[in-house]
């Protein structure tokens, strides 16, 4: 068994106790914490030279608690379907089967780097499949069980237990159902549609690219193909097929109240919706950006529109800038060899699949480097004998490494004209960094759950340990070193820390919401991040009550505003409040004068008032 495991009862909560000066925290989650370990709320991150603060009037240790308070159940029926046919249908690899690879390690004696990748991740996964049924089998007669959580140092939530939990792999979510069960009335249209909306996104096959309209239509086509899963071979066509599976149990469960002329089933199924690519979402919230907005369901939407999808937007565009680059080369506007024309050539003839892009545009809020960007882009290629690169999707998409490079390149050359107050942000938070950095000062901003953030990573020197005297060989070590901070990481993590401390701090108002609130009468809710779940029933209102909570973060620019407020208050406490004079910007400290950015000129508007009438927020 791994050492961090379900609980069988609730976990201690998490509280601070106040005895005149004196303030002792109390750990919570597993019972055995502050007795036989020390595990505080915020897990530790050696890289940083102190933890984030969490102030007096906070929602944090509501937030762990009430999260960690949610039971769950082995969903049973999806467990046995998976016993009797999980290896017929490759819902998960087969426990005894050994890898071809294996045996070539075994007569060979060794395998090429690619080979070594594919054998190790294979035996990863068997194992962590192996691992989480076990463990559902442990619990399977357990008729509740408890996931607690911690939180980093942005505020961001992580299941404190090992495998089966809702933040791991497809298979242990489709194994946990809610403990306390809802009833969902049959009437209820609004909590039906929900739940065909959400097995029509688990299908997949660009359905969850489609109106909600349009998702209720394809289930109510195929209800007998699903109705009839176990024979019909639908399961094998999902792309999410053990979600599938658990929404087909569900569904069945639906079907049989009706024929049954009952008035409500019960339900414990999670509904999980997603953000449309979340880190965008905060970043046109905290610049007032319209234009991004729009292609981020964060504007006026029906039942009957289909959500705008960023990725195929941006690839659209990327094909337009090829298309573009070979017009400006043919009239003479640019010069470039006869390889790069020719690259631009294949890129523009090729049909960018969104698939391609996902990870690289989804990581450039967080500061994805072009070589990271290009790395996201090579892994979805496989290298043949004449250099040619193939995708893995689609055989007769063929790059040369330098196609990669300039589409790398052009990824971010995209984004950032299409919306420029992406790149203009980008460099505000860069120049406060550098300003921070050059003040020798950490990077502190507050949030409105009452976490203080610090960012200030530490640096580490270099040694080299000879471990036998009768060897010369010796190898590196990096050893942390408290005294010297990491200029670079400084600069490079401020923007995806503050996207991420945001994201965070949203999870936790919402949550806040959900328990104070007496018409959401059983409290059953979790997050992965950007993805919310609760039962069908209470779709529609978690999605008003994100509104609300972005209404809060967000109107009139307020966090934003407050941010740059909180970090010029930061340098005139540290300087005194002569240091920094506002109707010039200029900082005076010593003999220093550095000119502090303007965040006025990056605001456009108040982006958030178009949120009201959004439908696919999240979906």
């Excluded at 009862?9 to 019972?31: D, M, Q, T």
């Excluded at 999670?270 to 504007?299: F, K, R, V």
């Excluded at 800038?321 to 043919?330: G, L, N, T």
Aim: aromatic letters at 12%; glycine letters at 4%; one cysteine or more.
């Amino acid at each position: 068994l791994p050492n961090k495991i379900p609980m069988v009862v609730k976990p201690k909560p998490y509280s601070r106790k106040i005895a005149g000066n004196v303030v002792k925290e109390e750990l919570g989650g597993f019972l055995l914490n502050d007795l036989n370990y020390i595990s505080p709320i915020i897990i530790q991150n050696w890289e940083l030279k102190n933890p984030s603060e969490i102030e007096d009037d906070n929602v944090i240790y509501d937030l762990v608690n009430n999260i960690s308070s949610v039971g769950y159940k082995i969903n049973i029926e999806v467990l046995d379907f998976i016993l009797n046919y999980g290896i017929d249908l490759n819902l998960i690899l087969n426990p005894k089967e050994s890898h071809p690879l294996n045996e070539k390690l075994s007569t060979e004696g060794k395998l090429t780097i690619k080979e070594g990748k594919i054998l190790e991740g294979y035996l990863s996964q068997k194992q962590l499949e192996m691992n989480i049924i076990g463990l559902a089998l442990i619990y399977k007669n357990i008729p509740e069980f408890y996931i607690p959580i911690r939180i980093d140092n942005r505020g961001r939530a992580y299941c404190n237990t090992d495998y089966l939990n809702y933040q791991s792999i497809e298979l242990a979510k489709s194994l946990l159902l809610f403990s306390n069960e809802e009833k969902i009335e049959l009437v209820d249209e609004q909590a039906v549609n929900y739940l065909k909306i959400y097995g029509a996104n688990c299908f997949g096959n660009g359905l969850n690219k489609k109106s909600f309209e349009d998702r209720i239509n394809w289930v109510n086509e195929n209800e007998n193909k699903i109705l009839d899963f176990k024979n019909s071979g639908i399961i094998s066509l999902a792309e999410s097929k053990l979600l599938f599976t658990a929404f087909c149990f569900e569904y069945c469960n639906y079907n049989r109240a009706l024929k049954n002329s009952d008035t409500f089933f019960y339900s414990g199924l999670p509904i999980q919706l997603d953000a449309t690519c979340n880190g965008y979402q905060h970043l046109a919230l905290l610049t007032g950006d319209e234009s991004l907005s729009s292609e981020l369901n964060l504007t006026s939407s029906t039942f009957y529109d289909k959500p705008k999808d960023f990725y195929t937007f941006v690839a659209l565009h990327i094909k337009d800038y090829f298309i573009e680059k070979i017009s400006q080369i043919k009239k003479g506007e640019i010069e470039v060899t006869g390889e790069i024309l020719e690259s631009y050539e294949r890129l523009a003839n090729l049909n960018i699949q969104r698939a391609l892009i996902k990870q690289p545009v989804m990581t450039k809020p967080y500061n994805a480097s072009l070589f990271q960007i290009k790395n996201y882009i090579q892994e979805e290629f496989d290298q043949d004998s004449n250099h040619w690169f193939i995708y893995k999707k689609d055989t007769n998409v063929k790059l040369k490494r330098l196609d990669i490079s300039i589409l790398a390149q052009a990824v971010e050359v995209v984004i950032y004209k299409k919306f420029p107050k992406l790149n203009e942000f980008s460099d505000y938070l860069k120049k406060v960094a550098d300003i921070c950095n050059r003040l020798n000062i950490t990077i502190p901003w507050y949030l409105p759950t009452g976490l203080k953030v610090d960012q200030d990573y530490i640096d580490t020197d270099l040694i080299r340990i000879k471990p036998f005297l009768y060897k010369k060989s010796s190898f590196s070590l990096r050893v942390p070193n408290k005294e010297k901070r990491n200029r670079g990481k400084q600069v490079r993590a401020l923007m995806p820390n503050l996207v991420h401390s945001l994201d965070a701090a949203s999870l936790a108002l919402l949550v806040n919401l959900v328990f104070k609130d007496d018409s959401f009468k059983i409290k059953n809710i979790y997050s992965v991040h950007d993805c919310f779940a609760v039962t069908a029933n209470n779709v529609q209102d978690l999605i008003n009550k994100l509104k609300l909570v972005y209404t809060k973060i967000y109107s009139d620019n307020n966090y934003i505003v407050n941010f740059d407020k909180g970090i010029k208050d930061y340098i005139k406490l540290q300087f005194g409040q002569n240091s920094f004079s506002e109707n010039e910007r200029i900082l005076k400290i010593n003999n220093l004068e550095i000119e502090y950015p303007d965040i006025k000129t990056i605001i456009e508007g108040n982006s958030v008032e178009l949120l009201k009438n959004s439908t696919y927020l999240i979906n």
